[in-house]
Nanobody
Framework: VQLQASGGGLVQAGGSLSLSCVASRRTFSRYFMGWFRQAPGKEREFVAAISWSGDGTYYGDSVKGRFTISRDNAKNTVYLQMNSLKPEDTAVYYC?????????????????WGQGTLVTVSS
């Protein structure tokens, strides 16, 4: 499956952005989806994940209460709504897909990756 992420940009601290990731296959509902981010000089970090039907959502500690992951299987799309953004949220954000739900926190457990979209939060 091919993943295309979009929606990144420049925003001031305290602002909001919404990211989207569109999958190329109609079997999108079979994929467990995740969002990761990577800042310069840092390792790729888990942000959020969502189960196949959307009834299970999981978040990294640094974004809990500020970010919301959701999906629309009819549109083959997963979203990441980011509120109360902080300068430390600045990173390239990647969407990823996997078949099972295990170890969703680890990037090497994902089978497919999008190209990334840059989010820059100014102070």
């Amino acid at each position: 499956v091919q993943l295309q992420a979009s929606g990144g940009g420049l925003v001031q601290a305290g602002g909001s952005l919404s990211l989207s990731c569109v999958a190329s296959r109609r079997t999108f509902s079979r994929y467990f989806m995740g969002w990761f981010r990577q800042a310069p000089g840092k390792e790729r970090e888990f942000v959020a994940a969502i189960s196949w039907s959307g009834d299970g959502t999981y978040y990294g500690d640094s974004v809990k209460g500020r970010f919301t992951i959701s999906r629309d299987n009819a549109k083959n799309t997963v979203y990441l709504q980011m509120n109360s953004l902080k300068p430390e949220d600045t990173a390239v954000y990647y969407c990823a897909a996997k078949f099972d739900s295990g170890s969703y926190y680890y990037p090497d457990r994902y089978d497919y990756w999008g190209q990334g979209t840059l989010v820059t939060v100014s102070s």
